[in-house]
């Protein structure tokens, strides 16, 4: 794993005030760290299942709700309009997403259900600026949908990484073929995860290896 942060991007480089509301939206390594996410008892097993299932490229997001027992109730990806990179833009994508997707949990008094967040982008492994809004982004929309802020995963051609973890691999990458669901060196059982549209259809998890 390499660490450090990626250089800022030109599009970063705006006016001060700007630039100053646009950094308090976003979430640093340390931060994100400190914030107590759950870890993901299998995560390549859900890489790998997300992969398979949205075929992501660069600048796309894959947005996924798991249930208590980390199975996928429900995904939907998006590709990130080219502007410059800010939580609060990205809270509202993905929680119009979410909205679309599955019923918010609001009344619980407890969270039972988690969204994790895969963005397949150029460049390599270290955080970048643009890793850090999404955290922030995902953070509040879990808030606002009644959900438990779960994992980021960024997928580049070096392969996928859980940031704040140092868990990651070279497959899939984002220049990886998708997999045809169900594939695999063993199957777990058959989900039925909505997508954007609100239809349902098979999906096999295999197990990571």
Same mark, same amino acid.
């Given at each position: 794993?390499?660490?450090g942060?990626?250089?800022?991007?030109?599009?970063?480089?705006?006016s001060p005030?700007?630039?100053?509301?646009?950094?308090?939206?976003?979430?640093?390594?340390?931060?994100w760290a400190?914030?107590g996410?759950?870890?993901?008892?299998?995560?390549r097993e859900?890489?790998?299942?997300?992969?398979?299932?949205?075929?992501?490229t660069?600048?796309m997001?894959?947005l996924?709700?798991?249930?208590?027992?980390?199975?996928i109730?429900?995904?939907?990806?998006?590709?990130?309009?080219?502007?410059?990179?800010?939580?609060?833009?990205?809270?509202?994508a993905?929680?119009?997403?979410l909205?679309?997707?599955?019923?918010?949990d609001?009344?619980?008094?407890?969270?039972v259900?988690?969204?994790?967040?895969?963005?397949?982008?150029?460049?390599?492994?270290?955080?970048?600026?643009?890793?850090?809004?999404w955290?922030?982004?995902?953070?509040?929309?879990?808030?606002?949908?009644g959900?438990?802020?779960?994992?980021?995963?960024?997928?580049?051609?070096?392969?996928?990484?859980v940031?704040?973890?140092?868990?990651?691999?070279?497959?899939?990458?984002?220049?990886?073929?998708?997999?045809? @669901?169900?594939?695999?060196?063993?199957? @777990?059982?058959?989900?039925?995860?909505?997508?954007?549209?609100?239809?349902t259809?098979?999906?096999?998890?295999?197990?990571?290896?």
């Amino acid at each position: 794993m390499t660490l450090g942060f990626a250089p800022p991007t030109a599009a970063s480089l705006r006016s001060p005030s700007e630039s100053t509301n646009r950094l308090a939206r976003i979430l640093e390594p340390a931060e994100w760290a400190a914030a107590g996410i759950p870890l993901l008892s299998n995560p390549r097993e859900v890489v790998g299942g997300l992969h398979s299932r949205h075929t992501p490229t660069p600048s796309m997001a894959v947005l996924a709700v798991l249930d208590h027992e980390e199975r996928i109730a429900a995904s939907a990806s998006f590709v990130r309009r080219p502007t410059p990179a800010d939580g609060w833009e990205f809270r509202n994508a993905l929680l119009a997403h979410l909205r679309r997707v599955i019923p918010h949990d609001l009344r619980r008094r407890t969270p039972v259900r988690t969204a994790v967040l895969m963005y397949c982008r150029e460049g390599d492994e270290r955080w970048t600026e643009e890793d850090g809004a999404w955290m922030w982004g995902l953070r509040d929309a879990c808030t606002l949908h009644g959900l438990r802020c779960g994992a980021y995963i960024t997928l580049t051609r070096a392969g996928w990484q859980v940031l704040g973890e140092g868990r990651g691999g070279r497959r899939p990458s984002s220049d990886s073929l998708a997999l045809p @669901l169900g594939e695999g060196p063993a199957e @777990l059982g058959r989900l039925t995860p909505r997508t954007a549209s609100g239809a349902t259809e098979p999906l096999r998890r295999a197990a990571a290896r």
